[in-house]
């Protein structure tokens, strides 16, 4: 096991083709990693997650520390063992989970007292307790803990979450150090994050500060939490220009296809969200010729396949009738089966763009996906 | 396609060894069949359906009746086309799931009328109907339409049962065939079902009734509602005892493993329940050992398979551990690991038995099987 690293090996643009080398294997970037809140990304075996062509999936640490437990994990062998799963993992900090919970939770210097959403019972997440949990969970890549202001925020929220943040970032790379080796043989690596809301100078305090702790790779936090997209795409890649270039570049939480391109467009290597998998529970599914939601009668008796321009083991079999059957009637193949073709569906836009960068031709895609309808027409 | 039938191969005892041929494959009996209640086995893709081992399985014509509707599914090409199962497939008649709706019912001697449990919109079944729908739906096996009782039941309701019955069964013959082919090109064979109750009387006359029919299979309708396991017993044993030997016998919506082994000793050919399925949803998997109940607190660091002896995908790759974390998450995934596992534990337990009744050693097997535990020693 030789450990964690990245390296860039084509630009098109300001848009980077590249690796990272991780103990469980090496994932090519941009990569975007399926989201398993729960060790398990919803519905899915790990076979299933492998056939999407997905190489490294999230993980969220504030889920795990409550149920089952980190240590419990960590007796378990940590989360690849546990899970089974041999890809690479991410665990993020638990800080945005925590930050969600509104009225459950309080913010200090030191770190965030908060409750339970399960059973109530109070719990405390320091930066040095974030990393003692993360390292148990066993991740590849962990996150710094932060704090991620929801916006809009005033000035003066947003300089205080990146004092907090940068001071933070610190002490987990004291605790943790920049890399580690888990008890598993692998190892995991350290990123840190960059806040700083919308507000430029902030996001250059802030990534200033980090890259001082030279740390193994950075993410972009604090983005899609309420601002419009003009300003998300702005600032992921205003911010992306300000992080070095021989580290992997995160923008976490993210999100809508174009959002994705938008975002390599400005230098941006790592991805994740909800978004394939969560639609696809709900009964949306993403096709080449925008989304398509099974409750609509029209598909009632449509015997096409989900998406005729995909070869998912969902697009290959399964007609749109029977899609809309299973998730009008309820049941679980319905949301597995969507699962799967949503997943595959963004691990073919990734190795789109990956493809397009090599070959320098990544503008005439961002064009296409730029302008690609977000809804067929017909669900206009 | 050359259609239905059916060829005993050995006999050990009364049990019997023998071969369904249908035009979606052969079928090696004693055969079980996992419930498809909505035209999908809960969770299961149709490749996982067939890696338990599973060759058919059953569909319920109520609910595909009231959605997406059988005229529908006739339009998409019929059940095997809809659901891309391509082995083969049974459906009841609508009867025991409209029965079962009681206050929303009323019988006549006609037919029956009730309401929707989706929508309480009404609706009448006359055998006329139900074979209407069955011949849209296009199972390879379909079941006369019959009034089954809940037990206990006064001598003269079983008595009228058995008229209805019968008259039922004549008018489904006479409307539908013995045989039908289906627009797709395969064989649909209709099935009677034998009622009676607990009253010997009442079931060797109305099995009588029935092989005057002369139909390509048997039921044993009306047990598992409310009788005892002793009667249970009892009844599919005396029942299957009056039917042809060189028909198929099918003992409908039984059972436990014990219940199975206890009525192919008998001489039961056929099997369907939805006790392997509905067990996993809610965390309970069967064992070589037993039940074991995922949700206690002793399997949370367990690292052993579900079931050690069990070869199956899940037990070959997960840990007790990781699917009680699933199950007491609520996580699809727990529900599908435990349905792959429990329905390939029914399907081991029926490929034992074919083994042994084919070794002259079915009387150990039952006595094995009889005997072994419902729970492992540590649940008790």
Redesign the interface.
Known sequence: MSGFGFECTHTDGRARRGRLHTDHGVIETPVFMPVGT???V?????EQIRATGASMILANTYHLYL??GHE?IA??GGLHR???WDGAMLTDSGGFQVFSLGDLREIDDDGVSFRSHLDGSPHRFTPEHAMDVQAALGADVVMAFDECPALPAADEDVARAVDRTVAWARRCRDHFGPRRRHEAGHQQALFGIVQGGLVASERARCAEALIELDLPGYAIGGLSVGESKDDMHRTSRSTAALLPADRPRYLMGVGYPEDIVAAVAGGVDMFDCVLPTRLARHGTLLTEAGRIHLRNARF??D?RPPDPACDCPVCR???R??L???V??G???G???GTVHNVTHYQRLMREIRDAIEAGRFEQLADRIGTRPTRAPAEA
């Open positions: 729960q060790a398990t919803k519905g899915l075996t790990p149920r089952p419990r007796r378990l546990f899970s089974t009632a008796e015997e079999r399964f007609s009738a029977y809309r059957h299973l009008v009637a049941e679980l193949l949301m597995i089966l």
